[in-house]
C-alpha cells in the first residue's frame, strides 16, 4: 500500500463513470418526460436510466472508496471532498429556500392579495367576491375541496423528535469513531439511520392519514402545494441520507474509517444534520406556525 | 479488487501523455481537454443559436410575414435564449475556467477532475434534449426564455423536456461551480494569497459562488411549474391561492445573479488582458476584487426590476429602483480602473485588445441603457420593447462575447503553440464592431418608439431601423466564419513563445506554449514579479 504524500499533487485517472452518469440521465429525463406526456413505454424508459443512474453511482464510489482505502488521497484531496461536500449542501439549502420561498410568499402576499388587502380591494370584489384571507387555504377556488389541516402535534412532533435525536446518536457515533471505540460507533450509527427510516415510515403514515381522513392533497390548494412539495422533497432526503448512513455503517464494519480519516463518515453527517434543519424549518413554518 | 487498485496506482504514475482515441476525451479527467470540449461546445452552441437570430432578423428585416409562420418566430426568440444564455455562453466561460484556472493559480487540474468531465458531459444531454423539442409536436417551447406561467403551461410535447433540460443545466453548472470553487480555494500554489490571484481567477470565484446559489432556485421554480402542469399544485394558480407573479419573484431570483454570472469572468477576461497590452499592472487590483463582490451581493436584491410593470407596492418599486442604481458604482469602480490602467501605457492594439477595448466602450453603453431601464417610471415605458432588447444585447454580444472572443485570441497560442493570424484575426474584430452595433444600436430607437418585443410583424413606421438591424445581424453572422477560418489555421501561425505576449505578469506565461498535458506536478515557487501588488 502506498501512501500518496502531501508534497506531490494527485490528479486521478480517467473514468467511464461520467459518460456513464450522463447517459442514466438521459435514459431518466426522456423517460419521465414521454411518461409524463402520456406515452406507456416513458415510464420504462425512465426505469432504465434509474438503474443506469444506481449502476454509475455504485460503480464511482466503488472506484472512489478503493482508491481511498489503498491510501491514494493526500490531505489535500481529502480537503477538496470536504469542501466540495460543503458546497453541495449549500446548493441543496438553495433548493429548498426556493419552496420556503414559495411559501412565504403565498402567505404574506398572494393569499392576503386575493383577500383584498393592500391594493386590491377590486381584486376582491371583482374576481374573488367574499374570499377572506385565512392560513392554511386552498385559494378563493377552494381548489381540490374542504379539508382539514395537519397540526403540529402528534406525528409530526413525534417525528422532530425522532430526528433530533438521531442526530444527537450520529454525533455520539461520530465521537465514539474518532476515540475509536468501534462498537459503539455500530451501536449508534445503526440507531441513527433506524431512526431515519422510522421517521420516512411514520411520514407515509402520515401522508396516508392527510389522503385518506383529512382529504389533505397534493391539489388542496396553495396549502397542499407547499405542504406536500415541501414535506415529501424533505423526506426524500431523509430517504437518500438514511441509506448513504447505512452503506456508512457497512463501510463501518468492513473497517473503512480510521480516527483522523473518515471524511465518507463526516460527508454523509453533514448531509444528516443538514435534513435535519431544514425539518426544524419545516415543522415551525408549515406544521406550526 | 487489490488487484484492480494496483492497475490504478500504476495507470496513475504512467499517465502522462494524452489517451488513445475517442476514450481521451470521453473519460478525460484533463482540465485542458475538458476545456476545450467547453469550449468546442459552447462554439457549436453560439453558431445553432445565431442561426435561429438570422431565422428571427430575416423574418423582421421588413413588414409582414415572409418567411416563418408566428408560432415557429416565437420558438425560434424562446431557443435562441436558452441556447445562447445556457448553452454558448456559459459554456464558454466555463470552458476558459478550466483551461485558465488551474494555470494561472499554479495547481496540476482541477480540484474534482472526474466531476468536471462530468459536468461537461450533462451538456450534450441537456442541449440534445432541447433541440429535440423542435420536432415534437406543439413544436419547441415558444413563451420566451424566461417560462412564466400560464403561458408556458401551453406548450405542447416539449414542456416536460424544456424542463428537464433546465434541471441538467442546472446540475451541470452546480458542479462545474464547485469545482471552480473548491479549485480555487484549495489548488493555490503555496505563495499565491488571495489577493494575488489575477482578476479572472477572483471574477470566476465570485461567478462560481452565485452559481451555486441560484441554480437551485431555477430547478426549484421549474419544478413548480411541472407539479402545477402534471400533478394539480395551485403555486402558479391564482383561485388555488397561488399567483403567476410568484414565479417571475422566484425566476428573477435566479435571473439577475445570471446576468452577472454571464459578465463577471467577462470583466476577469478583459482585467487580464487590458494591463497585458497597456504594459501596466492592473489599476486598483483590489478595489476591483471589492467591486466585483459587491456586484454579486446587489445582484441578490435588484431581480423585481424586472417585474416594474406586472404590479408591486410602491415601497417594493422604490427599493428594487435604488437598488439597482446602486449597482452603477461598483460597476463605475470598474470602468474608471480599466480606463486609468490604460492611462499613459504603453498601448498596442493587437486583436485580443481591440476585442477588450470595444468591450469597454460598448459594455458601458448597454450599462446606461440599464440605468434607464432601472427607473421604475420610465420602464413602464421602455419595458418589453426593442429598448429592452437593445439593452441586454449591447451588454451580452459586444459584452460577453466580446470578452469571450479576447480571451480566446489572448489565450489561443497559448493552447495552440502556434500564433493566429492578426490580420483576420482584426478583420474579425472590425467587422464585428460594426456589425454589431449595426445590429443592435437601432434597436434602442425602435423601443423607444414602441415597438414591442417577441412580434413576428410590426407597424410600417418601424421599417427602415428593422432593415438595418437585419442587414446587420447578418453581416455579424457572416464575420463570425472568419472567428472559424482563424481557429483553422490557428497551427500554422509562427511558434509561439512561452510568454507570447510582451511581459505578460500572470503565471500561465511561464509554461511552454502549446501548455503541456500536465502542468505543475509540483507547486511553482512565485517570484516577486507574478501577480499583483
Not at chain 2, 420602464?379 to 454580444?397: G, I, K
Not at chain 2, 454589431?436 to 418601424?462: C, E, K, W
Request: net charge negative; glycine share 10%.
Amino acid at each position: 500500500m502506498s501512501t500518496h504524500s502531501d508534497d506531490r499533487y494527485y490528479v486521478p485517472h480517467g473514468s467511464h463513470w461520467p459518460v456513464v452518469g450522463s447517459i442514466g440521465l438521459l435514459f431518466l429525463m426522456v423517460g419521465v418526460s414521454t411518461w409524463l406526456n402520456g406515452a406507456a413505454p416513458g415510464f420504462y424508459i425512465m426505469l432504465l436510466g434509474f438503474a443506469i443512474m444506481i449502476f454509475m453511482i455504485t460503480g464511482w464510489f466503488g472506484t472512489v472508496i478503493n482508491e481511498s482505502v489503498n491510501g491514494l488521497y493526500n490531505s489535500q484531496v481529502d480537503k477538496s471532498f470536504r469542501q466540495g461536500m460543503f458546497w453541495f449542501i449549500f446548493s441543496e439549502v438553495m433548493f429548498f429556500a426556493a419552496f420556503f420561498g414559495a411559501l412565504f410568499y403565498a402567505r404574506n402576499m398572494s393569499i392576503p392579495w386575493l383577500g383584498g388587502d393592500s391594493n386590491n380591494f377590486f381584486t376582491n370584489l371583482l374576481l374573488w367576491e367574499g374570499y377572506e384571507s385565512t392560513w392554511p387555504s386552498n385559494g378563493p377556488g377552494n381548489v381540490g375541496g374542504d379539508y382539514d389541516v395537519m397540526g403540529p402535534f402528534g406525528l409530526p412532533l413525534i417525528n422532530t423528535a425522532l430526528l433530533l435525536t438521531s442526530s444527537v446518536t450520529l454525533t455520539i457515533a461520530h465521537h465514539a469513531l474518532i476515540e475509536g471505540k468501534r462498537l459503539q460507533v455500530n451501536i449508534f450509527l445503526a440507531a441513527t439511520f433506524i431512526l431515519g427510516f422510522i421517521f420516512v415510515y411514520l411520514q407515509g403514515v402520515e401522508y396516508m392519514h392527510a389522503y385518506n381522513d383529512l382529504n389533505l392533497k397534493l391539489t388542496s390548494g396553495i396549502y397542499g402545494s407547499t405542504f406536500f412539495m415541501l414535506t415529501g422533497f424533505h423526506g426524500m432526503h431523509v430517504t437518500i441520507g438514511a441509506i448513504m448512513l447505512t452503506i456508512i455503517w457497512f463501510r463501518v464494519i468492513k473497517g473503512h474509517f480510521t480516527a483522523d480519516n473518515h471524511f465518507g463518515f463526516e460527508a454523509v453527517a453533514w448531509y444528516w444534520h443538514f435534513v435535519d434543519v431544514v425539518w426544524i424549518g419545516l415543522y415551525v413554518f408549515v406544521y406550526w406556525m | 479488487m487489490t488487484t484492480a487498485v494496483a492497475d490504478t496506482l500504476e495507470e496513475h504514475h504512467d499517465d502522462h501523455g494524452p489517451a488513445k482515441g475517442i476514450g481521451r476525451w470521453l473519460f478525460s479527467t484533463n482540465h485542458k481537454d475538458i476545456g476545450t470540449m467547453y469550449l468546442v461546445f459552447s462554439l457549436c452552441m453560439f453558431f445553432i443559436g445565431g442561426a435561429m437570430a438570422m431565422v428571427i432578423r430575416s423574418e423582421l428585416a421588413i413588414p409582414g410575414l415572409q418567411f416563418v409562420h408566428p408560432e415557429f418566430f416565437n420558438q425560434m426568440t424562446t431557443m435562441h435564449a436558452l441556447i445562447m444564455v445556457f448553452g454558448a455562453v456559459m459554456p464558454a466561460f466555463v470552458g476558459l475556467a478550466n483551461w485558465m484556472i488551474p494555470l494561472m493559480i499554479g495547481a496540476p487540474d482541477m480540484a474534482l477532475p472526474r466531476m468536471n468531465n462530468w459536468s461537461f458531459w450533462i451538456l450534450p444531454v441537456a442541449f440534445g434534449i432541447l433541440l429535440s423539442t423542435l420536432f415534437m409536436p406543439g413544436g419547441a417551447p415558444a413563451g420566451g426564455w424566461t417560462m412564466y406561467p400560464p403561458l408556458v403551461l401551453q406548450t405542447g410535447d416539449a414542456f416536460p423536456f424544456l424542463i428537464f433540460s433546465v434541471h441538467l443545466m442546472g446540475i451541470s453548472s452546480i458542479m462545474g461551480s464547485i469545482n471552480v470553487i473548491v479549485t480555487i480555494i484549495n489548488m493555490r500554489a503555496p505563495d499565491m494569497t488571495l489577493l494575488k490571484m489575477p482578476m479572472f481567477v477572483w471574477t470566476w470565484l465570485i461567478t462560481a459562488y452565485l452559481l451555486i446559489a441560484v441554480m437551485p432556485v431555477l430547478a426549484g421554480a421549474v419544478t413548480m411549474l411541472l407539479t402545477d402542469q402534471f400533478f394539480g399544485t395551485s403555486f402558479f394558480l391564482a383561485a388555488g391561492g397561488g399567483d403567476p407573479v410568484m414565479f417571475q419573484h422566484i425566476f428573477w431570483f435566479f435571473g439577475h445573479p445570471e446576468v452577472y454570472i454571464m459578465i463577471l469572468p467577462a470583466f476577469g477576461v478583459v482585467s487580464e488582458i487590458i494591463p497585458t497590452f497597456s504594459r501596466k499592472p492592473l489599476f486598483g487590483h483590489d478595489s476591483m476584487v471589492y467591486a466585483a463582490s459587491c456586484i454579486a451581493f446587489l445582484s441578490f436584491i435588484v431581480w423585481a426590476h424586472h417585474m416594474f410593470t406586472v404590479g408591486m407596492p410602491f415601497t417594493g418599486q422604490l427599493f428594487f429602483m435604488f437598488a439597482t442604481m446602486l449597482i452603477a458604482v461598483p460597476t463605475g469602480v470598474k470602468i474608471f480602473n480599466w480606463v486609468a490602467t490604460m492611462w499613459r501605457g504603453a498601448m498596442t492594439f493587437e486583436t485580443p485588445m481591440l476585442f477588450s477595448l470595444a468591450f469597454v466602450f460598448l459594455f458601458t453603453i448597454g450599462g446606461f441603457s440599464g440605468l434607464m431601464l432601472a427607473l421604475a417610471p420610465a420602464d413602464v415605458q421602455y419595458h418589453d420593447t426593442y429598448f429592452v432588447v437593445a439593452h441586454f444585447h449591447y451588454v451580452l454580444v459586444p459584452g460577453s462575447v466580446f470578452a469571450i472572443m479576447a480571451g480566446a485570441y489572448y489565450w489561443l497560442p497559448k493552447w495552440t503553440g502556434h500564433m493566429y493570424n492578426e490580420t483576420l484575426g482584426k478583420i474579425h474584430f472590425w467587422t464585428s464592431t460594426i456589425f454589431v452595433n449595426l445590429t443592435f444600436f437601432p434597436m434602442h430607437f425602435l423601443g423607444l418608439a414602441g415597438m414591442p418585443r417577441r412580434i413576428p410583424d410590426y407597424s410600417t413606421q418601424f421599417a427602415d431601423f428593422n432593415t438595418i438591424a437585419s442587414i446587420g445581424a447578418i453581416g455579424f453572422g457572416l464575420s463570425q466564419l472568419l472567428f472559424v477560418a482563424v481557429l483553422l489555421t490557428s497551427k500554422r501561425g509562427a511558434k509561439a513563445t512561452a510568454e507570447v505576449w510582451d511581459n505578460p505578469t500572470t503565471l500561465e506565461w511561464t509554461v511552454p506554449s502549446p501548455a503541456p498535458f500536465h502542468t505543475f506536478d509540483t507547486p511553482p515557487k512565485l517570484d516577486d514579479s507574478v501577480g499583483f501588488h
